[in-house]
């Protein structure tokens, strides 16, 4: 593949909801532009995508693949994300160096969740976007439906650049209303053709709305229109691109790409109308020497910068970064700083990745997109840049975590491979977290929702050769005491030989801090040199509470007396007479269990109100308020950890995957009498 010039650059990320045709849409571009021979599909697990191994047995995209390929002279990187929301974040690194975004429809379904979210990301990164109208050939497609339900949702920036020649079985291709042409296709090639008679009143009337948005795009097209003066093509293909890419019009074009109807079209409107590199601003970063912000343009002098926007862990070929040429040209054997860790890092020879195919070239322009392999210190997100001119861009907003589940190894001693397994993959996904929680002892991972964490599992076993099977986590409760207690802990032991002594008298009180020791020995009745061992005594039973062993905390111990033998007493002894104090002690002084309660912010739409409010206080969760944010109602509650482990599963269900959570812990708190005695009863 040829080495192409920034403004003939077109990346273009594929965006919907799962099962609206993205992966068949890049299979028929692919197919169009000559670079397979046959169009394929999910079912038989042979698109050129889809190609890791969990993919097709599950029949669905799990990360976003890279597709270059050349059409009329212009380069073309779509980026195929997935529609499922387990798998956001791809989604998010694609949106992240798109300079445009497609949002595929269905035209038996409409307006989905998923397009919703992808309509969302595209407003809120304020990116360029076409809507294709897809499966235009399925029994109960229904174009004019589909772009009333798009005028309604998304406002009068929609704008049809097309309609259809024919619907369901009788589908065969569009008509444009810009070129004024109609087009015809055969699954291979389309010929162009005139305008149907009883269609042309129409394609006049949306050609007109389309007309006046061209007229709105210049002042002097604005005089032309209204002085009666018609305009010429490139007027307007210059006005309707100017309007793309401000983000005043949103074309909606249609066709069928299991039977490769409307692709040739689309892919001539993505050179026409999508932004090339050059026309988004200069890129802005922080200068991490100077602290500064800097910016960075296209100009052929501006030195080099690049962000890696996905990492590709493979346990035989090593690490594949992804990033986009942000300034400047990149070269085999560059020397380049990773700003982030400020590490140098030695490039090799660079590539494309058009699915799992590696092409490579010499060099990669600024705006486009490639990849190099073995970088030691680089993770997604980090910048890479010229040693003498470094700079960081901003981070791309990954979605936090939303499940928590237990993982154990099914064989023994498994333990290590598990940790070095997850960790490659949490390199891999930066939506996936994971963590060993040492109050539990259990390692706890962390995703976007179910099937996201069994993707995970299964390449645990795949790529990494460890099975292991998920479980709920244990709640890190935890114990103190709400009252005072005064007691003695003696340890008087005669074995043959030295014996051993200890003698110690303890007060326990709560107190706001994890724990506070202090002595108040008068003539020494306790040796001085003892008391260490007395609070090391303490401590260490503080591990295990006397309720249902879990950690204790926030009480204070007093040593206000005691006594001690010349010859038995040992700093062992007094170890062993302040853990029987303890637990005498804290028995005594009305212990408690205490659970983690976490603060949660909840964001739905308004009509899912009622059903989450009423669904946090059945988990015992207080609501502290609620804000408008980003056009949905946010609520900020505080909810027990142990009731929102499986939150994410939940919200999904009750707002039909449109609701969204964070979570953080809060504090502390009693846990209710109810409650405590079944956790006890089951601990005991």
Not at 570 to 599: D, N, Q, W
Request: aromatic share 8%.
């Amino acid at each position: 593949m040829k080495i192409y010039e920034t403004d003939r650059i077109r990346n273009i990320a594929l965006l919907g909801h799962g099962g609206s045709g993205k992966t068949t849409l890049a299979e028929a571009a692919l197919f169009t532009a000559k670079y397979t021979n046959r169009i394929g599909t999910i079912e038989d697990g042979n698109t050129t995508s889809d190609f890791d191994k969990e993919e097709i047995n599950r029949r669905l995209s799990i990360n976003t693949s890279l597709l270059p390929m050349e059409w009329q002279n212009y380069k073309i990187n779509f980026l195929d994300s997935p529609g499922y929301f387990d798998f956001i974040g791809e989604v998010q690194s694609a949106v992240k160096v798109s300079g445009g975004i497609i949002i595929l429809a269905d035209a038996t379904s409409g307006i989905e969740v998923g397009t919703e979210k992808a309509w969302n990301y595209a407003i809120d990164k304020k990116k360029p976007t076409f809507i294709f109208v897809n499966k235009m050939d399925r029994e109960n497609a229904n174009f004019k439906k589909v772009l009333e339900e798009l005028r309604e949702k998304f406002g009068k920036k929609i704008a049809p650049f097309q309609i259809p020649l024919g619907e369901q079985e009788s589908f065969v291709g569009n008509i444009n209303v810009v070129k004024m042409v109609a087009r015809k296709y055969d699954g291979e090639t389309c010929k162009d053709d005139s305008i149907p008679e009883d269609l042309m009143e129409e394609v006049q009337s949306i050609r007109e709305l389309l007309l006046e948005s061209v007229a709105e795009s210049d002042d002097a097209l604005l005089d032309k229109y209204f002085s009666g003066e018609p305009f010429t093509e490139e007027e307007i293909r210059e006005g309707l691109r100017k309007g793309v890419i401000n983000g005043d019009i949103v074309p909606v074009i249609c066709g069928a790409a299991s039977k490769n109807i409307g692709i040739h079209t689309l892919l001539e409107m993505i050179c026409d109308y999508s932004p090339s590199p050059v026309d988004m601003p200069p890129k802005q970063g922080d200068n991490p020497v100077t602290n500064k912000v800097e910016e960075r343009t296209l100009g052929p002098s501006e030195p080099f910068s690049a962000q890696v926007f996905k990492t590709i862990v493979d346990p035989y070929i090593g690490k594949i970064s992804l990033f986009k040429v942000i300034s400047g040209r990149l070269t085999a054997d560059m020397e380049v700083l990773n700003a982030n860790k400020n590490q140098k890092e030695k490039l090799g020879s660079p590539f494309l990745l058009r699915g799992k195919q590696q092409i490579e070239v010499d060099e990669v322009n600024a705006g486009d997109i490639a990849a190099v392999a073995k970088l030691q210190h680089t993770l997604t997100g980090d910048t890479l840049c010229s040693v003498e001119k470094p700079i960081v861009y901003s981070d791309i907003e990954f979605s936090t975590p939303q499940l928590f589940l237990a993982v154990e190894p099914k064989a023994r001693g498994d333990e290590e491979k598990i940790g070095n397994g997850l960790q490659r993959l949490a390199e891999e996904d930066p939506t996936f977290q994971f963590e060993r929680n040492k109050e539990t002892k259990q390692t706890i991972i962390k995703g976007q929702g179910e099937l996201h964490l069994r993707v995970i599992t299964s390449k645990l076993k795949n790529k990494f050769g460890v099975e292991v099977q998920l479980s709920d986590p244990k709640v890190p409760y935890r114990e103190t005491i709400k009252s005072k207690s005064d007691v003695q802990g003696k340890h008087k032991k005669q074995s043959g030989g030295h014996g051993q002594y200890g003698d110690v008298k303890i007060r326990f009180e709560p107190t706001a801090s994890d724990f506070e020791f202090a002595e108040e020995i008068f003539g020494g009745a306790v040796p001085k040199s003892y008391i260490p061992a007395v609070e090391k005594g303490i401590k260490d039973c503080m591990e295990k509470g006397v309720l249902a062993g879990y950690p204790v905390t926030n009480i204070k111990a007093v040593l206000y007396d005691g006594s001690y033998h010349d010859v038995d007493s040992s700093e062992m002894a007094f170890k062993i007479a302040a853990s029987l104090a303890f637990k005498k002690g804290i028995s005594e002084a009305k212990p408690v269990l205490l659970e983690p309660i976490m603060k949660v912010e909840i964001k739905v739409p308004d009509e899912y109100m009622g059903d989450i409010m009423g669904d946090i206080n059945k988990r015992r969760g207080r609501i502290l308020g609620m804000e408008p944010k980003g056009g949905q109602q946010c609520i900020i509650a505080e909810v027990p950890q142990a009731e929102m482990f499986k939150y994410a599963i939940d919200l999904r269900s009750m707002t039909q995957s449109r609701g969204s959570f964070e979570m953080d812990f809060a504090r502390y708190e009693e846990v209710p009498q109810m409650i405590s005695e079944k956790v006890v009863a089951q601990q005991g």
